[in-house]
């Protein structure tokens, strides 16, 4: 299982995770756990980018399965959150979002919001959130281990990595770092970066390209540029999936 972040808001990731979506083959699901901007409808509050990745996922999974935390206001969720008094928590998060299709795909991944960092109030992170995941993953390799041999899907879904993308543009060189030293401070495993060219016209795209490749400790998973037509689809023939 992924959970992939970004070096900031509008990194790419929803373009990203439904490239790799789009890529994977077998029974696949994509997850936004938290999601602000979202439009109202008669259906209820929807996002663009919860509704992406469900248009790439084939495991019949409902909206509210997908995205179970909604707020209309595009402004970071912590606030959205306050305005309409609800908490958000690292645990209530975690509470909402996993479902068993996380540890029962052949390929799942669940895209972050923001930043690795993004607050979600009272000194919790949803960074946090993750870390809660990976140790509740630890648990059900237990359990999976202690009562049936695991199979090549299960194994692959109790075990949690992180895709980082990183946003093309001046400044993503520290952005990039920063992250870096931030997830494998915070325990984690990083399974890859992409490099999402979200600068049209960044200057020495291939000069920054080379020095994230000297920098970032992680598999190199491709370099998207920046596209007239960003669907899932042409992302995804720029993309490998992590080994």
Known sequence: ??????????????????????????????????ASGCDV?????????????????????????????????????????SQVNIALSAQGVLDSMFHPAMVNADFALIEGAGGWRLPLGNGEYLSDTVKLLQTRLQQETSTYGNSVQLTHAVTKNTTLEVIL?????????????????ALLADGLSIAGWVANQV???????????????????APFLGYVPHLANPSAENAAGYLQLPQ
């Open 41 to 81: 409808t008669e259906d209820g509050l929807r996002n663009s980018d919860a509704l992406m990745l469900m248009a790439q996922s084939n495991m019949g999974l409902a909206y509210h399965e997908i995205n179970p935390i909604s707020f209309a206001p595009a402004i970071a969720p912590h606030i959205a959150a």
């Open 199 to 217: 600068d049209a016209d960044m200057a020495f795209i291939d000069d920054n390209l080379q020095s994230l490749q000297q920098m970032m400790q």
């Open 165 to 181: 993308v990183v946003g093309m543009k001046l400044g993503c060189l520290n952005h990039a770092l920063l992250t870096q030293e």
């Open 1 to 34: 299982m992924y959970f992939v972040t970004g070096t900031d808001t509008d990194s790419g990731k929803t373009l990203i995770s439904a490239a790799l979506l789009a890529k994977a083959q077998g029974h696949k699901c994509g997850f936004k756990p938290i």
